[in-house]
């Protein structure tokens, strides 16, 4: 069971915990709910906050997904169950503009965008950062499954215990400011032992599922997302292959992803190899809204560039180094080489070994080569050249 003194300790704050006020933000789920839990036990002054995102009319008729209208409902029943007071802050407008509309446009351009990073560089860590400082908040916590440490008196980042459920890659983006008012009580956790202090506090949540889809992206339907947020901007085109040739018709090009196998639409090749008949996803030119397809080995990608570089760490001494880095939430992190300005905050990354399905606007996430758990920080793949050679295709 859990050791609340040692919750204490996590917490990091001088003196009596009934000294300090946690701001917890509470999606209505079991994690952030057991956070706040976990803090009143603990003798905190715990106030919730929940973020309304999105139109409240079509959120109530959608469950499983945070900041949804049953989400909020069930936020504000724990609350009750938990005595502590409970906001609701209506973010639709900032959500709208600083998430959904980056997501739209990021799909257009023939990248993979990642929003719940956004939501969290954006409306979640800046926001009500501040509606959090302005309630008198020590700090705020989340349920997020990461710990913070701290090294040398700095607070670092590091993997969640449950490897399962670890989010670091969703946290990269987190700042060096940002850590000192952040926690995650749940870092040290696994999933199995968090529903498990949900059914010591009788919680309703105990046994609600997690949510598997982006929280405005109903049944996990991207491109129905970007339709209605852009209508009349999708065009039909071609789907063709590595030689230019014509293979296939498709209704845009928000409906395919960079690797993707399935659900393209043609089939395989007739008298071809087995190893070089499935067709993959290589590439997508959103000028000429072309597909372009081929065998698994055109993915191939040595090299990507990455923007918006985040460090959480002190700026090592060299601007070359090895470096482990991980291209997405559910893969294994890869060596490779980075050389990294920082002045303009962009990186280039060489891998020790080819990836494939690399796209532009996912994240890179970066972590310390002596320490798989610490992060160190990401960014953003702006460019992932394949063995396809997308440029010259185009121009060809």
């Not at 709910?33 to 973020?51: I, K, R």
Request: with cysteine; proline share 3%; charged share 25%.
């Amino acid at each position: 069971m859990i050791n609340i003194n040692q919750v204490i300790e996590d917490m990091d704050l001088k003196g009596n915990p009934s000294e300090h006020r946690i701001v917890v933000a509470m999606s209505g789920g079991v994690d952030s709910s057991v956070t706040a839990a976990l803090l009143v036990e603990a003798g905190f002054d715990v106030v919730g906050l929940t973020m309304q995102l999105y139109d409240h009319g079509q959120a109530l008729q959608k469950k499983g997904a945070c900041c949804a209208g049953s989400d909020i409902n069930d936020a504000r029943l724990v609350s009750s169950k938990l005595q502590i007071p409970h906001y609701v802050l209506n973010y639709e407008n900032l959500f709208q503009d600083q998430v959904m509309e980056n997501f739209a446009d990021s799909y257009l351009r023939g990248e993979t965008p990642i929003p719940c990073v956004r939501c969290n560089q954006t409306v979640k860590f800046i926001d009500m950062f501040d509606r959090a400082k302005k309630l008198g908040a020590s700090a705020m916590a989340t349920g997020h499954y990461i710990r913070r440490r701290k090294n040398t008196g700095m607070p670092s980042l590091y993997k969640g215990i449950d490897t399962s459920k670890d989010q670091s890659y969703f946290l990269f983006a987190t700042t060096k400011s940002q850590l000192e008012f952040l926690r995650f009580p749940l870092g040290s956790l696994t999933k199995k032992e968090t529903r498990s202090v949900a059914r010591k506090y009788n919680l309703d949540v105990a046994e609600k599922p997690d949510s598997q889809d982006i929280c405005f992206v109903p049944d996990g339907k991207y491109a129905d997302v970007v339709r209605k947020l852009r209508p009349g901007s999708i065009d039909i085109g071609d789907i063709v292959d590595i030689e230019g040739k014509k293979l296939g018709q498709h209704n845009g090009i928000i409906d395919f992803t960079i690797g993707q196998r399935k659900g393209i639409g043609i089939g395989g090749r007739k008298g071809v190899a087995d190893n070089n008949s499935l067709l993959y996803v290589i590439a997508l030119d959103a000028k000429k809204k072309q597909v372009i397809v081929g065998s698994k080995d055109y993915l191939a990608c040595k090299k990507i560039k990455i923007t918006e570089c985040n460090w959480i760490i002190d700026k090592p001494h060299n601007n070359e180094f090895k470096i482990l880095v991980k291209l997405r939430n559910t893969s294994n992190p890869v060596l490779g080489k980075i050389k990294v300005d920082f002045k303009t905050g962009t990186s280039e990354l060489d891998f020790d070994e080819p990836q494939f399905g690399v796209s532009k606007g996912q994240a890179a996430v970066f972590y310390n080569i002596k320490d798989h758990s610490h992060v160190l920080g990401g960014g953003w793949i702006t460019d992932a050249p394949n063995m396809l050679d997308l440029n010259n295709f185009i121009n060809a």
